[in-house]
């Protein structure tokens, strides 16, 4: 009765979100990121960043936004993802949050890809200039929701301290189109840390992040089991 309820609320919302949300799971909305080199890492940030390597990827594809509360509902009304801790019906644009690694592993199956590696999520994230953040090298609050955390922070008074509708930073644009690679919600990828194996890496930063800046090469992680308000991902394919 919960899966139909959640479908039966979101199909009574329309909206463009809605109809992008009810496409076949195999067509969704992702960005071709050509095969070819890119740098890894950053001198800028922690030492888990260092050195720079150059890696070589094949072309992939990744998601143009993060995965929202709407698609994810269509893969709990399949019964291919479990229920959340989370109304799924409210404000459908905006990114599911409180899912964890496994959840997020299970919708990108349902959606026809997985979740990303470090490096893919990476490259799509900067392109293969080596620049600091997806749209160049200069940190502000107009290209990616970040820098608030209950009204402090560099970007309090200017963002709003919590996730908006997925790709709502359109000037924060990837070299490739992906949007909000920083800010908004941290995303898991695919990789263990290989620091400490037990954890999974995220990127990104996220909305709340303000100690942390919403670099491309920063890198956190989190037990798989973990959930939180700013934390989702987005998917990847062939």
């Not at 990121?33 to 594809?61: I, Q, Y």
């Not at 009304?77 to 409180?98: G, Y």
Request: net charge neutral; proline share 8%.
């Amino acid at each position: 009765m919960r899966h139909a309820s959640v479908l039966c609320a979101l199909l009574g919302m329309g909206g463009l979100a809605f109809a992008a949300a009810e496409a076949a799971p195999g067509r969704p909305d992702r960005v071709l990121v050509p095969a070819g080199p890119f740098s890894r890492g950053s001198t800028k940030g922690a030492d888990d960043e260092r050195p720079v390597r150059v890696r070589t990827l094949p072309a992939f594809h990744i998601d143009r936004i993060e995965v929202t509360r709407a698609m994810y509902a269509r893969c709990v009304a399949a019964r291919r993802c479990p229920a959340l801790a989370l109304d799924l019906a409210a404000e459908p644009e905006l990114p599911v949050t409180q899912v964890d690694w496994y959840d997020a592993r299970a919708f990108c199956a349902f959606a026809g890809g997985r979740l990303p590696s470090e490096d893919e999520w990476e490259k799509a994230a900067r392109g293969s200039d080596g620049r600091e953040f997806p749209w160049g090298g200069e940190l502000d609050c107009e290209h990616a929701n970040w820098g608030n955390f209950e009204n402090e922070g560099p970007c309090a008074g200017k963002n709003p301290g919590r996730p908006v509708v997925a790709g709502g930073y359109p000037k924060g644009a990837s070299p490739f189109g992906a949007l909000d690679m920083a800010g908004n919600v941290w995303e898991w990828v695919a990789d263990r840390y290989d620091r400490d194996p037990a954890r999974r890496v995220v990127r990104g930063g996220s909305c709340c992040s303000y100690f942390v800046e919403p670099r491309a090469a920063n890198r956190n992680a989190w037990h798989p089991n973990h959930r939180d308000a700013d934390l989702g991902f987005r998917c990847v394919s062939k």
